[in-house]
């Protein structure tokens, strides 16, 4: 990823309180919201090795990404991909294999709600972009 300095002075760093996992999903929707622009160069070479690490089948890394995914759901989008986060949550919650971190992961989100909607009206008072037009750009999980 590239950025430019202007945009990070504008919308600040990485959210810190996430940790791993969705801070940089997070920051692109206060990019996009502020009027960045977010493009992708295929002709790029990357290399990412997804959940190096921490791996992808440890606790750490199944807490944290629930976790993330709801508090970031909740800061930025829009309320039917929120109460969708959610409600994926409670179904594996109820009938999921990893029910005890699926329980760790929520009480966490549920801990870091006021900061949640404290970063959505922050979010909100100097957004450009409406919060539904960064939404279109999702993609279905």
């Not at 791996?55 to 991909?81: C, D, K, M, Y």
């Not at 005890?100 to 450009?128: E, F, I, K, W």
């Amino acid at each position: 990823m590239a950025l430019r300095r202007r945009a990070l002075d504008e919308v600040g760093l990485f959210d810190s309180s996430l940790f791993m996992y969705y801070e940089d999903t997070e920051l692109s929707w206060r990019l996009r919201r502020a009027g960045w622009r977010i493009e992708h160069a295929p002709t790029a070479g990357t290399r990412h090795q997804h959940a190096a690490s921490s791996g992808t089948g440890t606790e750490f890394f199944q807490v944290h990404n629930i976790r993330n995914r709801l508090v970031v759901s909740l800061a930025q989008a829009p309320w039917p991909v929120v109460l969708r986060a959610l409600l994926r949550t409670l179904w594996h919650l109820v009938a999921g294999p990893r029910r005890g971190r699926t329980a760790r992961a929520l009480l966490q989100a549920l801990r870091m709600v006021p900061s949640a909607l404290a970063t959505r009206r922050r979010t909100d008072r100097s957004a450009r972009i409406p919060r539904r037009d960064v939404a279109r750009w999702m993609v279905a999980d």
